[in-house]
């Protein structure tokens, strides 16, 4: 018998086929294993996963018509059901690199290639288990945003465990990453770069350029690396997302249609190219990318009614409100429970309708639209809400329309591209002032809560002015200068009364809010230091 | 309004993958059956050495597999390799333990030669069916010695492969590139196998990158004892 066993480990076994799970079962049970759950497709595994804490997953990447390994992965994160103390381990037939170079973000702990023997299972698993285990105090450290203490944690493993020295530097440029040293983290991926071309710190130097805006020198760089290894689609992501910021919204969409031809199966990129291909008006590639969207989300727990509605959208742009329709109906069978995505559902209906030349059932949806706006007014979506007043503006509904509009004004009062799609929409309905005035009445009454908020910080009434924001940023989670005040107001009250991990973790609560809005960026950036410069001197 | 995404399609490419998936699926239940025989039933001497014998084979396909699936791409250039880190010593071991019962039934002893903490960057995968091909060589050459080994010169990791048998013939001498063209029989005629295996060996080590420099295989009388010497050189 094997001196290490596997006793007391909670243990998942995935795989399509009976016969290989009952296979991988019984290699474990020689090595003492006594708790093994097994399950043959994505959805039981991610309810297993929810349900219990296992130790090891070993996890099938092939899982025939379902989801494969890699999506169940990627589940299971944004679900935040698998514990940072779970190994995943993807079982892989064949080297599928497209599949690594594709999921940076969401790498499991390890892969192992069939057939696997018995001896091998275990002298990798062991392998496996105790680089986990060096690195497991840091990965919960940096999980609780305990960023100094993940820091100097990384620092000590490096002098007693060289051997996992690139883990680490990995580990730290994360770190740095996430208090937003960007230059420091540019540091780390340039040692590791000088010895070798490792994807992460490739990927890492470009990420570390682009959050410091130097977008030219980003593309420049992702440009290169796409050169030598054209199959590293998390790169081609990132391009497209700098050729944005560039302006180049033609470059952006060609880059990703370059990534989804290699790795179609992501959501988010689907979900991307769409909007890119709607804005630049390629209304084929938007049709298909939002069609693929859709189809990936639906059985995953990350689908939007947005995925449905951006789907009829496009189907109605070309001239197929037939389908249109069964799209929107579909959203209210698939969202039941979902308040907004009914909303959604009729104000979808009533855009196809109008388009079919039905005015009667057209204002109907709308009616029935406007009756679920008025009794819960969350729409988070501010195209949807563009969409409702439109339909407003065109049956004479113009005081309804005034109304939604002023809520996605106050919620984006600094983001042009709404405010223009609001003041486009006023225009066509020739009352392009009423927009205006609307926009403006908007920003005035977000500029008198932010001056509210700064008088009673100035008069040294911080725990006032945080609640003020708070309840602002409550009721406009969108805004992300609430948003930004709010963070702000923690800061000022830990330079007052010395900072403590609860105030930290409120104020980086409110800076993750608007990481990814760029206009914020020049105070994001300032706050963010301000933030990480406390955690170091208060050594949290 | 041009720029389409091209229609799916299935390619040769596609079919291979596929069909790669079940043979390995295949090879797990039959690598596994016979770990279960062996745990199961006792079994006699000789029975053991036929079951060993076995298993030696079915991994022999599963290299095979790996082998054409990797040209067929490598022809087609969309290969990649998967480097990652691993422990030098730990891969040796882990082949150490695949080969060292069946070679012990032929009355050949081998060994492991590698300083503990040596790391390097390599598709362990793909260089485990090199090493194992080396070994298959060695073993029909061999005295009765067979030496896995690795060190560390001028920033390349060097593998080598060691019998004492007598020697490559004076015309198997020399450094491969994958760019040789390869013609099946013609370095082989003393040796016997097609040449493939080296063909696909040098292949593996050329794949094998780092910024500007690629990996090459050289052949040498450098064994144990004068025997052969075949050294993987991965940047």
Not at chain 1, 132 to 145: L, M, P, Q, R
Not at chain 1, 183 to 211: H, M, T
Not at chain 1, 215 to 221: G, I, N, P, Q, V
Not at chain 2, 146 to 168: C, F, H, M, T, W
Request: net charge negative; charged share 25%; aromatic share 6%.
């Amino acid at each position: 018998m094997a001196l290490w066993t596997l006793k007391n480990t909670k243990i998942l076994v995935v795989d399509d086929f009976a016969e290989m799970r009952s296979m991988l079962r019984s290699m474990l049970l020689a090595y003492g294993a006594e708790d093994i759950k097994q399950a043959a497709n994505g959805a039981d595994t991610i309810a297993l996963i929810s349900k219990h804490n296992f130790d090891i997953i070993l996890c099938d990447y092939n899982l025939g018509e379902s989801k494969d390994g890699q999506q169940v992965l990627e589940e299971a994160k944004h679900l935040n059901i698998l514990p940072l103390s779970t190994t995943f381990i993807m079982v892989t037939a064949e080297n599928t690199s497209t599949m690594v170079m594709g999921a940076l973000d969401y790498q499991p702990d390890a892969y192992l290639s069939k057939p696997v023997t018995k001896n091998t299972l275990q002298t990798r698993l062991k392998k496996i288990l105790d680089k986990k285990e060096f690195t497991k105090k840091i990965s919960i450290a940096i999980d609780n945003k305990e960023h100094t203490k993940a820091f100097k944690l990384c620092n000590e493993e490096m002098a007693s465990q060289p051997s996992l020295r690139l883990e680490l530097l990995s580990l730290k440029y994360e770190i740095l990453m996430a208090t937003g040293d960007y230059d420091s983290a540019e540091e780390i991926c340039n040692e590791v770069l000088a010895e070798r071309d490792i994807p992460w710190a490739q990927l890492g130097l470009a990420k570390s350029y682009f959050s410091q805006q130097k977008f030219s020198e980003t593309a420049e760089l992702l440009e290169a690396i796409i050169e030598t290894n054209s199959d590293f689609v998390a790169a081609y992501d990132l391009l497209s997302k700098t050729q944005k910021k560039l302006g180049d919204l033609q470059g952006a969409e060609k880059t990703l249609i370059n990534a989804v031809e290699r790795s179609p199966k992501s959501l988010p990129r689907q979900r991307e190219l769409a909007k890119l291909a709607t804005t630049n008006k390629n209304h084929t590639v938007a049709e298909r990318a939002c069609r693929d969207a859709m189809k990936i989300g639906k059985h995953s727990v990350l689908k939007k009614p947005d995925d449905y509605v951006n789907y009829s959208q496009a189907l109605i742009t070309n001239n197929k409100s037939k389908e249109a329709l069964r799209v929107a109906g579909n959203i209210k069978l698939v969202f039941k429970d979902n308040d907004e995505a009914q909303l959604q559902a009729e104000i979808c209906k009533s855009t196809i309708f109008q388009a079919q030349g039905d005015d009667t059932k057209a204002q109907a949806a709308m009616d029935t639209a406007l009756a679920l706006y008025q009794s819960n007014s969350a729409l988070t979506s501010s195209n949807a809400g563009i969409a409702l007043a439109k339909n407003c503006l065109k049956y004479g509904r113009e005081e309804e329309a005034d109304a939604i509009i002023k809520d996605i004004a106050k919620n984006n009062h600094e983001n042009k591209a709404v405010l223009d799609e609001i003041n486009q929409a006023y225009k066509a309905a020739g009352l392009a002032n009423k927009a205006e005035e609307k926009i403006a009445e908007a920003i005035h009454e977000i500029a008198e809560i932010n001056n509210e908020g700064v008088k009673l910080i100035n008069e040294g009434k911080i725990a006032e002015s945080i609640e003020l924001f708070k309840k602002a940023a409550k009721a406009l989670p969108q805004n992300h200068v609430i948003s930004l005040n709010t963070a702000q107001s923690y800061i000022f009250l830990m330079k007052k009364e010395g900072a403590s991990r609860k105030n930290i973790n409120n104020a980086m609560f409110y800076l993750e809010t608007v990481k990814d809005i760029d206009a914020a960026s020049e105070k994001y950036h300032k706050l963010m230091k301000n933030c990480r410069e406390i955690a170091q001197q208060a050594d949290l | 309004m041009n720029s389409n995404i091209p229609p799916k399609k299935l390619d040769f490419s596609t079919i291979i993958a596929s069909s790669v998936h079940d043979m390995k699926n295949s090879l797990q239940l039959l690598l596994g059956t016979l770990d279960e025989i062996i745990d199961e039933h006792p079994v006699d001497a000789q029975s053991g050495a036929k079951i060993l014998r076995a298993q030696a084979e079915g991994r022999r396909i599963n290299d095979q597999l790996i082998q054409l699936l990797t040209l067929y791409k490598a022809g087609n250039t969309q290969h990649r390799l998967q480097s990652h880190e691993h422990s030098v010593d730990e891969f040796l071991q882990e082949l150490y333990v695949e080969h060292q019962a069946v070679l012990a039934q032929r009355s050949i002893e081998l060994s492991v030669k590698c300083d503990e903490a040596l790391q390097w960057f390599f598709d362990r995968e793909l260089l485990k069916g090199v090493i194992n091909n080396l070994i298959t060589n060695a073993q029909q050459y061999t005295n009765n010695k067979i030496q896995l080994s690795a060190v560390i010169n001028e920033k390349r990791l060097l593998l080598s492969v060691d019998d004492n048998g007598p020697g490559y013939p004076e015309t198997m001498l020399r450094c491969y590139n994958a760019e040789d063209e390869f013609t099946p029989g013609d370095s082989s005629a003393e040796t016997g196998g097609t040449g493939l295996g080296l063909f696909f060996s040098a292949t593996i080590a050329h794949m094998h990158k780092n910024r500007t420099q690629c990996g090459f295989l050289q052949t040498s009388n450098e064994g144990i004892d004068g025997g052969a010497r075949c050294i993987i050189a991965l940047p």
